[in-house]
């Protein structure tokens, strides 16, 4: 049963006409022509038609009917004779609040189906309606929460309450400095975008170029932070959700830019605090600078004394400076290590392997395996 | 020195260029496609490798297919040209121009049917497709159902990521090009969160848990050694013998990896061998022979089309000091270049924006 042919604009039929309506029925929409002779429905059902043949007959175009010189091809889908009529169903979903035109061509249906299925072009427009909006989205956080940043911080990570439209980041993210001007070619502009895989969290990368002292970027255009200055990372309300929503507002985080970092975090520096046998409290570990944020969440794990995962939740703490995990089951006595992976990276990309920038005579390099770090903590006596 | 990514080169260079890249051409690399009906995330950078077979990078999903086409057409050596891709793309997926994403171009060996990976949608519902345009003009859908296929993970497996106590799969690897040489697959791209790692090989045909082998690349510059910026695009080749990669970079230096005895998981040192201008973003590299001479040309976000002679690469100098410029490009007057290949022995095709929408255009090399 039809439950909403909307928008229809009246075809120009005569009494004996088809119809052409947009359906929207279990177990989806579909464009129906109605009212065509018996014979000719038989005959469609006997004849083996292709595609091509099929939109040439029957044209559904994902804006109005184009003009007789006008080659724009009709969108792809599958054609079916049901019951007493003839169905189009697109290959993908109808795009929602967009006008759509169909061209029936009854000579050449006539032709499909061996029969006289009368002559001229039927035309019909129809604007399949919009969903209704949710509730608008917002910028939920910017990673790192902290304030102060080093000159050289390399990433910002921006998340979003709900999946984000592909292709209009950059245009909508800007870094301004404390007169308002907006610093040129500050980001790593990837066309592709760096998105998780919910399209919630942006991935923004200071331009690795600038960074990098004395590559061509860095010496023509100098780091896009300066220290000692002020910045402002400004999104604006114009950035549209997956559903094309505006965002609730605009947000602004403030950067107080510092010295550059320049060396790599060191384990060994870090204070854990072991937690109580028998408790479901969280080990806690301080580290003593702003670790990145999404490597923070997962590049740490807590092993037994045979070396197994212990099950449990990882929480990182305010402006990244720590970081706790709690178990699923009470802790028993004995000794554990926090395995940390030495991808793990400050806020300047420096992780436990080597420095992200490397100077003239000063290359600091871990093999890989040599740094991972273990941090061993004991639960009881 | 010979080119091997997107070579579109007649039938008998091809054989040629397949018996030297070591593989059996007794063996059918396709009989080792044995799944059916890949489910693919999202198809970002595709290149044809033997046979029939077309590699397609998921971001999304980590992963890399290798699908066969089935596309046993004769090229007929025409050009190809098409006004509004985008638009008459748009209107097949039944969508407007605006929500149509043309990822990559890929141009069949033996048919000459140029692909492309194409999102349809920007926002909710987006799904990936793939496209084929012939000679002819007619833009086809290339059906995955009942397709077969292979795939490899990219993601290192298995890592921090795959132990415990984390929240599911925020983390991505963009793929931003690949190519196939020498028996692999070589896979570009970046990660949303370490900066580490960004360049992966992949033997292939793919094992059954075999995935991408991280390869650490040290591009040395400015006296310095630059790690782990991302390579937007690159073309594997052959320097003086040696199996080379030229990479190009976001912050737009071209540079020279040597291949050769190089261990799984290992350390390779590029020679830094031209810059192309900041503010500018390489978009697409190939290469291509035209009178017997190789040569090779990229495409910019800010810079017009750049031909490179090939032949000055080998006694390139080592760029030591800012400033420095390196080998020497010719400046084609053609911008707005977004991806590219060869099409067959005269030309090659183009996926350019002049403003007017996207269009596909070929030139010919001899004018080049």
Redesign the interface.
Known sequence: MALASCADTAARVDVDSPIIEFVEEAPGELVAVDRLPQTVLAGLRLSEIDADSWRGALGVFSGPVPGPDDLTPPMLGTYEVEADRLVFRGRFPLVRGLQHGVRLDLEVLGRLSGRDAGSGIVTHEFTPPETEPGPATRVTAVYPTSRRVPMNLLKLYIHLSAPMRFGEAYANIRLVDENGDVVPDAYLEMPQELWDPERTRLTLFFDPGRIKREVGPNLQLGLPLQAGRSFRVVIDPGWRDARGQPLAEGFEKVLTVVEPDRTMPRAEDWQVEAPGVRSVAPVQLAFNEPMDHALAERMLVVLDANGAPVLGTVQVGGEERSWSFTPERPWQAGRYVIDVHPDIEDLAGNNLAHLFDVARGEDVRVETEDARARIPFVVGS | MRIRKGTGLAAATALALFLMTGARPDVSMTSTLTLVSPEI?SI?AIAFGPENILFVGD??GAGVFALDVADDGRGSGDAVSMLGVD??I???????AD?I?I?DLAVHPGSQNVYLGV??G??????PVLLMVSASGD?T?VGLDGMHYSRAEILNAPG??Q?????G????F???DLAFADGEVLVAG?S??????NFRRIAFPFGDEFGATSLEIYHV??????????IMTFLPTEVDGAPTILAA?????LVAFDMSGLANGGHVFGKTIA?L???N?PLDIIGYEVAGEQQILISNSRHPLMKVDPGLIPGAARLLE??ETGVGFTAVQESGIRQMDNLNADYIVLLQDRGEGLELRSLRKDAL
């Not at chain 2, 799969?169 to 991505?172: E, L, P, Q, V």
């Open positions: 995330s970002g971001s999304e638009t008459n748009a209107a097949l997926l039944g969508t407007t929500e994403v990822n999102t349809r920007r926002g909710e519902g987006s799904v833009i859908e921090p990521d132990t415990y106590g984390r929240r799969s925020a983390r991505t963009t793929v931003t970046l949303n969160e370490e900066f580490a790692s510059s400015h006296r310095q050694n630059e790690t782990h910026a991302p970079y976001t912050c737009t230096p810059e201008g900041a503010g973003r800012p400033g």
